[in-house]
T-cell receptor, first 115, second 118 residues
Framework: DSGVTQTPKHLITATGQRVTLRCSPR?????VYWYQQSLDQGLQFLIQ???????AKGNILERFSAQQFPDLHSELNLSSLELGDSALYFC??????????????FGEGSRLTVL | AQKITQTQPGMFVQEKEAVTLDCTYD???????LFWYKQPSSGEMIFLIY??????QNATEGRYSLNFQKARKSANLVISASQLGDSAMYFC???????????????FGKGTKLSVIP
């Protein structure tokens, strides 16, 4: 158990709909990262938050947005869903600051299926 | 920009044999970190091993060792005495240098699917 909690674990929805994925980082971790893993693909970095502020943006579509709340949990909002958005969405958290290695602790992922 | 390359989409290894999974990286940074993660069919991402760019010794964790060749920019994962439970996807990743709070980012390779044959 990594200590990172993601909900829901599975989600099935229709094209055009909107969903929200939720992530609670490990206790004390200030950074939250979102990754998308499509079928047979590697991990695509979407976005990173640190202590409530956006720190880095990757290949995140404009239809997607995220935020980190004062209690450090984070939500990833996916709207106007398309078939191609079907994927496993991971949240990860990390300790920040030296001498930390920068290891990411991953949640179990939220598997989104768009029909 | 950092880049990780894993050239082996799939690998097979006989049970109890050793196997090497290749990883090369590209960066202009002097300070960085290298990781290997395992993803079994159940989907979770499991941290295996870490190597810092200034570490002189190759990292080892049980049956896992990281063959770090800095000049060649390679960080191959060696799994000794393969077990059936080692069948999984393996991802190599590189961390950016530390430049203040919240600055760490990991870039992942596309992964190698390892199948262990009884």
């Amino acid at each position: 158990d990594s200590g990172v909690t993601q909900t829901p674990k599975h989600l099935i929805t229709a094209t055009g709909q909107r969903v929200t994925l939720r992530c609670s980082p490990r206790s004390g971790d200030l950074s939250v990262y979102w990754y998308q893993q499509s079928l047979d693909q590697g991990l695509q970095f979407l976005i990173q938050y640190y202590n409530g502020e956006e720190r880095a943006k990757g290949n995140i579509l404009e239809r997607f947005s995220a935020q980190q709340f004062p209690d450090l949990h984070s939500e990833l909002n996916l709207s106007s869903l398309e078939l191609g958005d079907s994927a496993l969405y991971f949240c990860a958290s990390s300790v920040e600051g030296l001498p930390d290695t920068g290891e990411l602790f991953f949640g179990e992922g939220s598997r989104l299926t768009v029909l | 920009a950092q880049k990780i390359t894993q050239t082996q989409p799939g690998m097979f290894v006989q049970e109890k044999e050793a196997v090497t999974l290749d990883c090369t990286y590209d960066t202009s940074d002097q300070s960085y970190g290298l990781f290997w993660y395992k993803q079994p069919s159940s989907g979770e991402m499991i941290f295996l091993i870490y190597q810092g760019s200034y570490d002189e010794q190759n990292a080892t964790e049980g049956r896992y060792s990281l063959n770090f060749q800095k000049a060649r920019k390679s960080a191959n994962l060696v799994i000794s005495a393969s077990q059936l439970g080692d069948s999984a996807m393996y991802f190599c990743a590189m961390r950016s240098p530390y430049s203040g709070a919240g600055s760490y980012q990991l870039t992942f390779g596309k992964g190698t699917k390892l199948s262990v044959i009884p």
